[in-house]
């Protein structure tokens, strides 16, 4: 960085010393040394930008002596929008009016002064307003994020705990520990792209495969069903045609007749390629099986793309779980359709969370599968049109998300079939949670 | 995160003690916070044994502070006590032994904490 960085004016608290006799100075840069080096370290193993995001936090109110931090990645167009990916010991209320009333500001300066820097010297970008809500929330300093000259984020921490400000070593430290974190954001979302890109390519892959095959299937027995009768009809016609060839009017009659039929051939056909596109064959081979290991490794395999889209997805585990009845493929169908509907349907910044439960219920013993999230929820008389083929919640939000709106129908299909259930609860404001139960072994 | 491990002891029906052993760093952070705050959830107040601490980083003095400014924000109280000679002096390196509440035994902070 070419900036030089803030000084703290006359009026402010006087910083700490950086003398040479200040006994302490020396085990506290080296504190600060063992700090970032252990940055450093978690740094190459973390490929979760929430995880990423905590290492950094805690690394950093660790170093200063802060027990408030917060973060905040840009996305969107040009990163036009500002979202909190975590904040710890601010109000997350607060740390929220911050990102509506005035992250924005704060973003504009720090991209043209990409250094740390104290919250008063922001006041001549902020309104009055704006600036005593910045220190009613307690921020005393931001900070930006950026690789490569790319502004992605930015960062506050709040006061010292023992009453010091910050000083130009502080300062000096912190933008040698977003240097590196930088780099290792970039890094992580250009990996979790490629990571997603590819799964969604094999995803498409396997799906070509499936649809290759059932239509190979399927164009077997409409060739069976449907174009022997119609091969009979245009068989005829083309005998009558040939040998009443001098009854012109009945010539002309069987010759329509000829040509419909061909046509009706080509609909039937085009019908037919629709309803295999859209019908979906539903095999499924159960089995008795252990749910923990299919859970995990589905939750790594889909972290770092949800992690992309800025929505924390977190996986927790419910204790010991007694084995499940289903078909692996079929249920990885399943899970995959409930976390895209809830990346969806929810904005960045939101969490996901995926459960495992035990439940008994009618004398049945039930494995459960939650998919939930903290977006914006369902409004109760349109939940259950939620598994109608074709449905969505509302128009707006089709044009909005796209799709046709038969992927949870789908999944209840393919949930029945594995003789469990597919329920959805939600509140408005509060978010919601699939529920997939599946038969107990 | 090789050898951490926390042991949750309920010293009273208000109050819970969290000892924790092994290194508390980045690795550990998060399970500490976590493992804390379901103590604050349940209605209780929390006693930090950390004499078990061999070695505490700058994410773990990190989580501690996080810990405390959260439980400031509940009804509930935090306090530490039996802090490990390594945990204790990075904690006063950082003059944090003025701003923390330390006690000497689990007893003495469950007695502040249920005064208060």
Not at chain 1, 10 to 20: F, I, L, T, V
Request: hydrophobic letters at 40%; proline letters at 4%; charged letters at 25%.
């Amino acid at each position: 960085m070419s900036e030089p960085l803030r000084r703290i004016p006359a009026d402010e608290p006087a910083p700490e010393s950086g003398s040479g006799s200040d006994p302490g100075l020396a085990a506290r840069r080296e504190h600060s040394l063992r700090s970032l080096l252990e940055l450093s370290r978690e740094l190459k193993v973390s490929l979760d930008l929430y995880e990423t995001a905590d290492l950094l936090l805690f690394n950093l109110m660790g170093q200063f002596g802060t027990a408030r931090s917060a973060m905040w990645l840009f996305t969107g167009d040009k990163g036009a929008r500002s979202v909190m990916v975590r904040c710890h010991g601010f109000k997350p209320q607060a740390v929220s009016a911050v990102t509506d009333i005035c992250a924005d500001a704060v973003r504009r300066r720090l991209a043209r002064e990409p250094s740390p820097m104290l919250s008063w010297a922001l006041k001549p970008d902020l309104g009055t307003a704006e600036f005593e809500l910045i220190r009613q929330v307690g921020i005393a300093l931001f900070a930006p994020l950026s690789a490569h000259g790319e502004l992605l984020g930015l960062l506050a921490l709040g006061a010292r705990v023992n009453g010091t400000s910050y000083t130009d070593d502080n300062l000096q430290t912190l933008e040698t520990a977003l240097g590196m974190v930088g780099m290792s954001l970039q890094n992580t979302r250009l990996y979790n792209r490629l990571f997603e890109n590819n799964r969604q390519l094999r995803l498409s892959h396997d799906r070509l495969l499936e649809h290759t095959r059932l239509k190979s299937e399927f164009l077997s027995n409409v060739n069976h069903e449907l174009r022997t009768p119609l091969a009979v009809i245009i068989g005829t016609l083309e005998c009558i045609v040939d040998h009443r060839s001098t009854d012109e009017d009945l010539k002309g009659l069987v010759q329509g007749g000829l040509k419909k039929s061909h046509d009706l051939r080509g609909m039937i056909e085009n019908l037919l390629i629709l309803a295999d596109a859209t019908e979906g064959r539903l095999e499924v081979q159960i089995e008795a099986g252990t749910l923990g290991p299919v859970l995990e490794a589905f939750h790594a395999e889909r972290l770092a793309g949800v992690s992309e889209t800025l929505r924390e997805f977190r996986f927790e585990p419910g204790g010991d779980l007694p084995g499940a009845r289903f078909d692996r493929k079929r249920l990885l169908q399943i899970l995959n359709e409930l976390v895209d509907n809830a990346v969806k349907f929810t904005p960045s910044g939101a969490r996901l969370v995926l459960r495992t439960s035990r439940l008994e219920e009618n004398d049945r013993r039930w494995v459960g599968i939650e998919v939930s999230d903290n977006g914006p929820g369902i409004p109760a008389d349109r939940l259950e049109n939620l598994f109608r083929s074709f449905e969505q919640v509302d128009g707006s939000s089709t044009r909005r998300v796209g799709g046709l709106g038969v992927g949870l129908a789908f999944a209840r299909q393919l949930a029945e079939r594995m003789n469990g259930e597919l329920r959805v609860r939600s509140d408005v404001g509060a978010g919601s949670t699939f529920t997939l139960l599946l038969p107990a072994a | 995160m090789s050898d951490f491990r926390l042991e949750v002891v309920p010293a009273s029906p208000r109050t819970d003690v969290v000892r924790v052993h092994g290194h508390l760093d980045a690795r550990s952070a998060t399970t500490l916070l976590s493992q804390c705050r379901m103590v604050a959830q349940e209605g209780k107040h929390l006693v930090l044994n950390l004499a078990g601490v061999a070695f505490i980083s700058s994410s773990g003095i990190g989580a501690l502070l996080a810990l405390v400014e959260e439980h400031n924000q509940t009804p509930y109280q935090v306090r530490l006590t039996e802090v490990s000679p390594a945990a204790d002096s990075v904690i006063r390196l950082l003059n944090l032994d003025q701003i923390l509440a330390i006690d000497a035994t689990e007893e003495a902070s469950r007695q502040a904490v249920e005064a208060a």
